[in-house]
């Protein structure tokens, strides 16, 4: 059935460090691929996503593509702050002909000083 | 402009007792969707509407919960004889288009309530 699966936290990186965050999937057809961020106390927000194969979706530093072939869609970014200290869920709207979304279980990222 | 709202933010109710979660989408928004997201897991979804048609209800978890559009705009997710496992935060999440939007049009979530049933 459809699924998201992403790796599990916490993650707790330097400031500056590189970040990977790995997301695969399981779906009928090839839905769009999302990361939405939870920063504590707020609601989800759409952090970059991507409509189909070899895309790349980017946003405030943060990359992932779209990879067919590995049912792939892992999270970058070269140097993070303090500020990116968030839940990262990762989904794809492949969950019903309406393309309600499949969430994984999220990763708590901290990042310190 | 405004986004998606939800009220209360916060809700404790008494084993056994109805509630009644509001939503309002972003204005002029076609699809809302309804998510449970139990403390330390993703969102699950739990109904969808088109404009006020409920078009799929298959992720509601028993006859207890029950979802309404009226008019279109706002929607309202009530949960009968409330339990224990009822506890998480549920989200609200509208997009532009409809089905003829295709597999994967960003939604727009609102902040959640949580729900803690005692």
């Known amino acids: 059935g459809n699924s998201v699966t992403q790796m599990e936290g916490p993650v707790t990186l330097s400031e500056e460090a590189f970040l990977t965050i790995n997301c695969t999937y399981t779906a009928t057809g090839y839905p769009s691929l999302f990361w939405y961020v939870q920063y504590p106390g707020e609601g989800l927000q759409l952090l970059l996503k991507?409509?189909?194969?070899?895309d790349k979706g980017s946003n405030k530093g943060f990359e992932a593509t779209y990879r067919k072939e590995t049912t792939s869609f892992h999270l970058e970014k070269g140097s993070v702050q303090v500020s990116d200290s968030a839940v990262y869920f990762c989904a794809h709207g492949g969950g019903g002909s309406q393309g309600n979304l499949i969430f994984g279980k999220g990763t708590k990222l901290s990042v310190k000083p | 402009g405004a986004g998606v709202s939800q009220s209360p933010r916060y809700k404790v109710a008494k084993r056994g007792q109805d509630v009644a979660l509001r939503c309002d989408p972003i204005?002029?928004?076609?699809?809302l969707f309804w998510y449970q997201q139990a403390l330390g897991q993703g969102p699950e979804f739990l109904t969808y509407f088109q404009n006020e048609a409920q078009l799929d209800k298959s992720g509601l978890p028993s006859d207890r919960f029950f979802a309404e559009r009226p008019e279109g705009s706002v929607s309202t997710l009530k949960i009968q004889r409330t339990q224990q496992e009822d506890s998480a935060v549920y989200l609200c999440?509208?997009?532009?288009?409809?089905?003829?939007?295709?597999?994967?049009?960003?939604?727009?979530f609102g902040p959640g309530t949580r729900l803690t049933v005692l």
């Open positions: 999440a509208s997009s532009p288009w409809g089905l003829a939007g295709g597999l994967g049009d960003t939604q727009y």
């Open positions: 991507a409509t189909k194969a070899d």
């Open positions: 204005s002029g928004h076609v699809s």
